[in-house]
Every structure is written in structure tokens, then in C-alpha cells.
């Protein structure tokens, strides 16, 4: 089984502050991660992935996750926030050998203030 | 990235009826759709998995006679939500996935309200 925590229900960030949303997960192959952004109403936009290679990732709207596999994470960074990126944010995982599969964190509020 | 189109994106309807959501990809072929249901401030819950031509695969707890599942072309899975409850007003979200890609698209979601 397949499994995504994220630990944090809200991040709460200033505005041009780094900002981290924390991801770990479990499976029992090699894994597919990815984070997805979902505004209020709206279905969810993916923002990057891992697959394979470099474990630092870059993805939409300057954001970036870093793929660790001895720590099962994958933690999704923006090194300056912008008030625009308030949203409700969504780690996934889908193993290799799973099929299509994808099974979600929790979610993380992220609030940005100005 | 790929678009899938869901549709409507918001409907209203009374106690008793039934409801359709369309889920189109709408430049690639997907054997596959994705059901899920998303309760406020929660993430989100895979009802089922929609397979071209071929039955819905229902996770543990949704009942199917409830949520009828239909995905009669490569481009389009409907959900039907019959004789509808309160209870089951919800946000409810579709995706597929491009055969040619590792990631998942997503509709815009359907906001129902049972009155």
C-alpha cells in the first residue's frame, strides 16, 4: 500500500519569505511524486514531479521540490512567496508498479501575508 | 499539459434527482478517468476508476448503484449521482492521465448542492 502525510495543515509565510510545504510518503516500489496547487472552487493544477535523475526538481510559478530518499520525502519550496500563491497545496504518489493510481496527502494551507 | 474538461461546474438540485457530470480529455485519449469526491477543508477521496468500455472499478464504501459510472469513448466519462441526498453534496473532481505522460490532469471540479 501506498501512503502521503503531510504533516502541516497550514504554512503561514510573509511575503517574500521562503516558504516549505513538507511532504513524506511510503511505497513499496520506486516512486512517482508530484505536487499539485488547487485554488478555492477549482480543480487541482500540477505544479512539478519527480521521476527519475536529478533529485531537485523545478517546476511551475518558481517553485521547486527536492526528492530524498533515505528521509522518504519530498518537500516543495519557493525561496520568495508571493501573496498569490495562497492556495491549498497536494502531495501524490503513484508507485511504478501501482498502476495509474494516485494516492494524496492530506493537503497544506498555505497563506502568504502581505 | 493536457486538458480534461468537466462539466458542469457547479449545479443545484433537489432532494430525489438525479445529476450527470461530464469529464471530457480533450486532446488526448484516456482509457482511464478518475473519480474523486472532496469534502471541505479535506483531500481528495477516489471513488472509482473509469475504464473505457468496460465496468467501473468502485473503491471500498461507494455505492455503485448510487454513483453510476459510465465511460463509453477514450474522451468522456460521466458520473451520475441518482436519486440524490443532501448528504451527497460535495465537490466532486475527475482526472485522466495522457498515456504519453507520467502526471495526472484534473477537471475544474463540480461544486453540488442537494437542496
Known amino acids: 500500500a501506498q501512503s502521503v502525510a503531510q504533516p502541516e495543515d497550514q504554512v503561514n509565510v510573509a511575503e517574500g519569505n521562503p516558504l516549505t510545504v513538507k511532504c513524506t510518503y511510503s511505497?513499496?516500489?520506486?516512486?512517482?511524486l508530484f505536487w499539485y496547487v488547487q485554488y478555492p472552487n477549482r480543480g487541482l493544477q500540477f505544479l512539478l514531479k519527480?521521476?527519475?535523475?536529478?533529485?531537485l526538481v523545478k517546476g511551475s510559478y518558481g517553485f521547486e521540490a527536492e526528492f530524498n530518499k533515505s528521509q522518504t520525502s519530498f518537500h516543495l519550496k519557493k525561496p520568495s512567496a508571493l501573496v498569490s500563491d495562497s492556495a491549498l497545496y497536494f502531495c501524490?504518489?503513484?508507485?511504478?508498479?501501482?498502476?495509474?493510481?494516485?494516492?494524496f496527502g492530506g493537503g497544506t494551507r498555505l497563506m502568504v501575508k502581505p | 499539459g493536457a486538458v480534461v474538461s468537466q462539466h458542469p461546474s457547479w449545479v443545484i438540485c433537489k432532494s430525489g434527482t438525479s445529476v450527470k457530470i461530464e469529464c471530457r480529455s480533450l486532446?488526448?485519449?484516456?482509457?482511464?478517468m478518475f473519480w474523486y469526491r472532496q469534502f471541505p477543508k479535506q483531500s481528495l477521496m477516489l471513488m472509482a476508476t473509469?475504464?473505457?468500455?468496460?465496468?467501473?472499478?468502485?473503491e471500498q464504501g461507494v455505492e455503485k448503484d448510487k454513483f453510476l459510472i459510465n465511460h463509453a469513448s477514450l474522451t468522456l466519462s460521466t458520473l451520475t449521482v441518482t436519486s440524490a441526498h443532501p448528504e451527497d453534496s460535495s465537490f466532486y473532481i475527475c482526472?485522466?492521465?495522457?498515456?504519453?505522460?507520467?502526471?495526472?490532469?484534473f477537471g475544474q471540479g463540480t461544486r453540488l448542492t442537494v437542496v
Open positions: 482526472s485522466a492521465r495522457d498515456p504519453g505522460s507520467t502526471e495526472a490532469f
Open positions: 511505497v513499496s516500489g520506486n516512486p512517482y
Open positions: 519527480y521521476i527519475t535523475g536529478d533529485n
Open positions: 501524490a504518489v503513484r508507485d511504478r508498479r501501482a498502476g495509474n493510481m494516485l494516492t
Open positions: 486532446d488526448f485519449q484516456a482509457t482511464t
Open positions: 473509469s475504464n473505457e468500455g468496460s465496468k467501473a472499478t468502485y
